[in-house]
């Protein structure tokens, strides 16, 4: 198993230093960007739409 999180790690890593380098910027700069940014970015958008299906579910309730 530790071998698998390795492997996953190292991709994960060339993964963001091939993003930056197409982006002209440093891996740092990458990673801040993901995890200042991005991430949160999503987790708002995931929150959203979270929401958004227990309202749809209310309703489908209510019409029973």
Do not use: H, K, S
């Not at 790690?9 to 963001?16: E, G, Q, R, S, T």
């Amino acid at each position: 198993m530790t071998e698998l999180g390795i492997a996953i790690y190292a991709a994960c890593v060339d993964f963001m230093i091939r993003a930056a380098a197409l982006a002209g910027a440093t891996y740092r700069d990458a990673n801040a960007f993901m995890f200042f940014a991005l991430w949160p970015a999503v987790t708002v958008v995931l929150l959203a739409v979270v929401a958004w299906q227990a309202v749809v579910l209310r309703r489908l309730r209510r019409r029973r």
